[in-house]
């Protein structure tokens, strides 16, 4: 028995993921894609005067967080305006949270991101910084 109502949609949709993970023998190369992915997304970033948010070596393989005036060195821009400008082009980042809301953003290469879906946030990103 659970103590409340099991959401029963996101058991299937996870039986679903799983099956289909396992069923194309691909998790380990899901795992050298979110790899590459999350190597492009740090390219990025220094490629247009970033830093990136976590200690070298710390650094996620699903997530970057990337440095917004949080650390000394990087390069400065209104967060806010920045997610509005990529998110009016179709694409979602995120603004950081807490303490570190505006001073970092966050963006995702998980899931079912490639090369190709990467390459056009970045291309998203690229048109909003230069509206900035």
Known sequence: MTPSTPSIGHVFALKYK???LFLQ???ENR???HKKLAEMTREWARSHGFTLFPDPGYESVTLTCVNNGAKPGGRVIDVPKFQKLVKDQGFLIDGGYGKIKGLTFRISNMGDETEETMKQLFAAMDR???QL
């Open 18 to 20: 799983t099956r289909r």
């Open 25 to 27: 023998k691909a998790l």
């Open 31 to 33: 795992y050298a894609r």
């Open 128 to 130: 909003a910084l230069a």
